[in-house]
């Protein structure tokens, strides 16, 4: 069983519309969640980060952390065109340098059509 | 303020064949990090320097090697290459206090 789990779609959605992406995950020594994105040919760009549980909102887009569950979401609001990539969940341990390792998911395609 | 790079953008090697690849930090950052990503899959953690030391590896075998320098950019090094290396090769960098890492655009290795 992979340690963080993330439907890889392809999830296609018109324009406007909600987005939420989830990951879950197994090893309960996670605190540090994060959100990137990566467009074809890029590197993955940073989105969110989250320490612990809880929420955080930054624009269009909010992720949620629930630790209790090991289950962690991030929502797009009114999407647009631009937001066509695909998203990584990643996750890690609390280490003595920042950031530690990180462990990702599969990655989720995401198509917004106009 | 210039984000993470690295060179060269894509490389093509035959099996069996050595490859050295480059990764410059974003300024102000200690700590590197090499991951591999595979078409259509999460990048796999390969290992992280700080302070030019090796702080942590993952499932990869000895001929996946690295460095980092003083001015903290990093090499990867990967030796008696194989088909299944064939991979998106991620170089992140992050600072202290627990901030999180900024990843370059990678190096696209295809080996023949």
């Known amino acids: 069983q992979k340690e963080v789990e993330q439907d890889p779609g392809p999830l296609s959605v018109p324009e406007g519309a909600i987005v939420s992406l989830n990951c879950t995950y197994s090893?309960?020594?996670?605190?540090?969640f994060m959100w990137y994105r990566q467009y074809s040919r890029k590197g993955p760009e940073l989105l969110m980060y989250?320490?612990?549980?809880g929420n955080k909102e930054d624009g269009r887009f909010t992720a949620q952390v629930d630790k209790s569950s090991k289950y962690i979401s991030l929502f797009i609001r009114d999407s647009q065109p631009s937001d066509s990539a695909t998203y990584l969940c990643?996750?890690?341990?609390?280490?003595?340098?920042?950031?530690?390792?990180?462990?990702f998911g599969e990655g989720t395609q995401l198509t917004v059509n106009p | 303020e210039t984000g993470v790079t690295q060179s060269p953008t894509h490389l093509i090697k035959t099996r069996g064949q050595q490859v050295t690849l480059r990764c410059s930090s974003q300024?102000?950052?200690?700590?590197v990090s090499w991951y591999q990503q595979a078409l259509g899959q999460g990048p796999q953690f390969i290992f992280q320097?700080?302070?030019?030391?090796?702080?942590g590896r993952g499932n990869f075998p000895p001929r996946f090697s690295g460095l980092q320098f003083p001015n903290y950019s990093s090499e990867l090094n990967v030796n008696a290459l194989e088909l299944d290396d064939s991979a998106l090769y991620l170089c992140?960098?992050?600072?202290?206090?627990?901030?999180?890492?900024?990843f370059g655009d990678g190096t696209r290795l295809s080996i023949l």
């Open positions: 992140a960098s992050s600072g202290g206090g627990g901030q999180p890492q900024h």
């Open positions: 989250t320490y612990s549980s």
């Open positions: 300024s102000g950052h200690n700590t």
């Open positions: 320097y700080y302070r030019e030391e090796e702080n």
């Open positions: 090893n309960s020594a996670f605190q540090y």
């Open positions: 990643a996750m890690s341990g609390f280490g003595e340098t920042s950031g530690s390792r990180l462990t």
